[in-house]
């Protein structure tokens, strides 16, 4: 089988160079997350069913789903890819092996076997992204960062997607704390590509994370026109503009967006779901009367009662369940998060170490058993970020364990969250607010004094 180079001058295994010029569109509409990702590649494989490379990337895109239902159709095409790849490059091949590993489950050696492959070919950009999905996943800011910086070596704005790139560094150096340079690098991949969603997002990270509320909307409205071939993490943006007018206390405006634009369809995808139900938690924690909501929730989240693909998806299921308290349904989910901690797959782990404490907490929380929600989720804590996902999304797990603590009548260990939460998000007159509420419940009536004065000024 001929070799043909692809945009970055990798050799891809194909029968015809139009072939190549296929997977070259499909992995430019990947990295702009674009709707049609997925059928760019079908005339690569119209014209070559045996394209290792093509067959490797369908497995991926079923996967990337999240969605274990989705997992026999990746197997599908990893049986595809495996059939044809005693004449593929080693390049490809280390990609067969990847998608064998993340089918069996072993998501954490898939991403070994991207990692191994970069120093070779760092210009490899599904590696690459795929790489730093995991890292994402298993919460390794750290690496995600580093894996990108190992490869810009090879990379300079003469190179296809280097844009896209550089975006994903941005977002990556958000998570690793490093503000300045990810909004920095966020900015310019923006101006390269107005259309890069990912790079948007990471700026917007920035700015929720150094409480810019109001400079985060204005980013996210400034550029939103430039979203409409996005796929559904168009979403995930708009849960940002959300999150926003909730450190602003402008509650009514949050739910609204909820309605609007988080969501705007009722999908069974777990990154929509974990919008909706992250959002909707924090607009109970401050009063905020969300209707029957929950309901719709509820229902695409028991499609997914036995999923178990990504723990951090499971968490966002188990609080949609809890919160509707549809029949045994939560009871279920415990069990079966108890019985895959057990399963032998990189996630089981995650859920033995901390998820199923995890998902014990947020029902215990439910059912008003504030004192058994604050042991699980205390125990969990330490762990915590091992769940993945970013930290703007996992402080709404830290915000329950604090508003359990003051329900549970914990009064030091509220006293000490609250406190840390004001020095993390001097900003939310929310936060202020309640650690008013255990200063004055510990007897130091001054320093509540004070603290409510903060949340006044705020105008909370």
Not at 4 to 30: C, E
Not at 317 to 339: I, T, V, Y
Not at 425 to 442: E, H, M, Q, R, Y
Request: proline fraction near 3%; glycine fraction near 8%.
């Amino acid at each position: 089988m001929p070799l043909h180079a692809d945009a970055r001058g990798l050799a891809v295994t194909a029968a015809d160079p139009a072939v190549v010029a296929h997977i070259d569109a499909s992995l430019a509409g990947f990295l702009a997350f674009r709707k049609d990702t997925g059928d760019r590649l079908k005339p690569a494989l119209a014209l070559d069913p045996e394209c290792v490379f093509a067959n490797v990337l369908r497995g991926y895109y079923m996967m990337l789903m999240g969605n274990r239902t989705l997992v026999p159709r990746a197997a599908k095409s990893l049986a595809a890819a495996e059939k044809a790849a005693a004449g593929a490059t080693a390049r490809e091949r280390a990609h067969v092996e990847a998608l064998r590993l993340w089918v069996a489950g072993d998501f954490a050696g898939a991403v070994r076997r991207w990692e191994a492959l970069l120093p070779e070919h760092p210009r490899d950009v599904m590696a690459l992204r795929l790489a730093n999905f995991g890292h994402f996943y298993a919460g390794d800011a750290a690496a995600m960062r580093d894996s990108f910086a190992r490869c810009f070596h090879a990379w300079d704005e003469a190179v296809p997607g280097y844009g896209y790139m550089l975006g994903a560094y941005a977002f990556a150096q958000e998570e690793a704390g490093d503000y300045a340079a990810a909004e920095r690098d966020g900015r310019r991949a923006v101006e390269i590509h107005p259309h890069d969603i990912w790079a948007t997002h990471a700026v917007a990270h920035v700015m929720e994370m150094q409480g810019r509320a109001d400079e985060g909307i204005a980013w996210i409205t400034g550029l939103e026109g430039n979203f409409g071939d996005c796929h559904n993490f168009a979403f995930h943006l708009w849960w940002h503009r959300a999150l926003f007018h909730w450190d602003r206390g402008r509650y009514d405006a949050a739910l609204a967006l909820y309605d609007r634009e988080v969501r705007a369809e009722s999908t069974d995808d777990s990154l929509d779901i974990a919008n909706a139900t992250s959002l909707l938690w924090r607009l109970e924690h401050v009063g905020v009367d969300v209707g029957q909501r929950w309901q719709e929730l509820a229902a695409r989240a028991a499609e997914r009662i036995d999923d178990h693909m990504l723990v951090f998806a499971d968490l966002h299921f188990a609080m949609a369940l809890a919160a509707a308290g549809d029949g045994d349904q939560p009871g279920r989910f415990a069990e079966g998060a108890r019985a895959y901690a057990a399963a032998g797959e990189s996630q089981s782990g995650v859920m033995a170490e901390c998820g199923a404490d995890l998902v014990d907490g947020i029902l215990a929380y439910r059912r008003g058993d504030f004192g058994r929600a604050v042991d699980h989720l205390a125990a969990a804590r330490p762990s915590l970020h091992r769940i993945g996902g970013s930290r703007a999304q996992r402080d709404v797990f830290e915000q329950i364990l604090a508003v359990a603590a003051l329900k549970a009548d914990r009064r030091p260990l509220a006293r000490a969250l609250w406190s840390e939460r004001v020095r993390r998000k001097p900003w939310c007159g929310w936060s202020w607010g309640n650690l008013a509420d255990t200063l004055s419940a510990t007897g130091a009536p001054i320093a509540a004094a004070g603290a409510r004065a903060r949340s006044v000024a705020i105008g909370l």
